[in-house]
């Protein structure tokens, strides 16, 4: 039998604290196989190796999942539970909804680099819709930034946000689960506080004014 290290730990996303936290091995199991490829006269190794995880923050247990091969030694470990969208993601109209949505089942999966490429969707989808503007993406944010939709430091967050995406997509970026989740979180703290606001405005024409003098 093997001996688990219960004293190393790991830093990985913890759905409770919403941060990276150092989690502690609490045991793990490994899987191998093999089989020989007749085609090209090899033979290919496997192995998955499941983890059990707790976080020393709040205490709450994960199972981390590295799945491996020898023609392709890097992956993306899998986390479970994987991260689950904000209930106010209702509130958000479609296809901003639909589309975050997808973005956590692709998380659900493994697919960090395909999350990510549909953060930058959203991003630009949400960006086209709040200005006229028909030129490239830093002309809009510089925009939205003038017109005081965002904040110059809003603008700039997005701007990293939407070149990650596009580093995904185009330049071979293989992001890890926190990358991913920074990106989903920079983009939804905008959504959310856009609901916030309408919220907001619908308190302040309910609320009973005070009488003047």
Same mark, same amino acid.
């Given at each position: ?9 790991v #830093? ?12 502690? =091995? ?7 196989d093999?089989y020989?490829?007749? /085609?090209?006269?090899? /033979?290919?190794?496997f192995? /998955?190796t %499941? &983890?059990?995880? $707790? ?9 981390q *999942?590295?799945?491996w091969?020898?023609?392709?030694? %890097? &992956?993306?470990?899998? @986390? =479970?539970p994987? +991260?689950? +969208?904000?209930? !106010?993601?209702?509130?958000i109209?479609?296809p #901003? ?6 973005? %956590? ?10 999350? @990510?490429?549909? *953060?930058? &969707?959203? =991003?630009? #989808? !949400? *960006?086209?819709? $709040? ?5 490239n ?6 925009e939205?930034?003038? @017109?005081?939709t ?8 997005l701007?990293?946000?939407f ?12 992001? &890890? #689960? ?8 920079a983009?939804e703290?905008?959504?959310? $506080?856009?609901?916030?606001d309408?919220r *907001?405005?619908? @308190?302040?024409?309910n609320?009973?004014q005070?009488?003047?003098d």
């Amino acid at each position: 039998m093997t001996t688990i290290d219960t004293s190393s730990s790991v #830093l990985v996303h913890c759905n409770r604290c919403h941060a990276e936290t150092r989690h502690a =091995l609490r045991g793990e199991c490994k899987k191998t196989d093999n089989y020989f490829d007749e /085609e090209y006269r090899i /033979e290919i190794r496997f192995a /998955e190796t %499941y &983890s059990l995880l $707790q976080c020393q923050v709040c205490g709450q247990g994960r199972l981390q *999942v590295v799945m491996w091969n020898s023609e392709n030694e %890097y &992956s993306n470990p899998i @986390l =479970l539970p994987s +991260p689950e +969208p904000p209930e !106010w993601l209702d509130a958000i109209e479609p296809p #901003l909804c639909v589309l975050l949505k997808e973005i %956590y089942r692709a998380l659900d999966a493994g697919m960090y680099a395909i999350a @990510l490429m549909g *953060v930058r &969707s959203v =991003l630009d #989808l !949400w *960006v086209s819709e $709040q200005t006229s503007f028909t030129n490239n993406f830093p002309r809009k944010i510089q925009e939205l930034v003038r @017109l005081g939709t965002l904040s110059t430091k809003q603008g700039e967050t997005l701007g990293h946000v939407f070149d990650a995406g596009s580093a995904a997509a185009h330049r071979g970026y293989a992001p &890890s #689960l926190a990358d991913a989740l920074s990106a989903i979180d920079a983009v939804e703290n905008i959504l959310h $506080q856009r609901l916030v606001d309408t919220r *907001v405005d619908v @308190l302040k024409g309910n609320t009973p004014q005070r009488a003047r003098d």
